[in-house]
């Protein structure tokens, strides 16, 4: 059984941040759960092109309000609390944040836990590990 407090992430080294975002990793590859669950807080007024080409996402929104953009159809999303969107496709998009939101993310395969973004918007394969 693992049991992690998130309020813990950040004395754990468990906090990764880049412009516009800030991610508590509580649950990593080297958990062996299969699948990595972090809490990421979006910074007001940020704009994320992003393009998960190595991972699946699944990203719950707890609090907060902005809208998601798929880049191959145009069409956006509204996203508040309560809304769930799933990058199943490898989905390149852009996420604005019109107010800080908060949201619980699910990754496959899972991270290792300090990645950040590439400059195609993407988490390489293989990263650092947080130990």
């Not at 990645?115 to 990263?127: D, K, M, T």
Request: proline share 4%; aromatic share 8%.
């Amino acid at each position: 059984m693992i049991v992690r407090k998130l309020s813990d992430a950040q004395a754990q080294g468990r906090c990764v941040s880049a412009p516009g975002w800030e991610s508590s990793r509580l649950l990593l590859k080297q958990d062996g759960a299969g699948f990595s669950f972090h809490i990421t807080r979006i910074f007001k007024g940020a704009e994320l092109p992003m393009h998960y080409q190595n991972h699946i996402e699944s990203v719950y929104c707890i609090s907060g309000r902005g809208e998601i953009v798929d880049l191959a159809t145009g069409q956006t999303h509204p996203i508040a609390a309560g809304t769930i969107y799933i990058l199943d496709q490898h989905d390149k998009h852009i996420l604005r944040a019109f107010e800080e939101m908060e949201m619980a993310c699910v990754f496959n395969p899972p991270l290792h836990g300090k990645e950040v973004h590439n400059a195609e918007g993407a988490y390489e394969l293989e990263a650092e590990a947080i130990t």
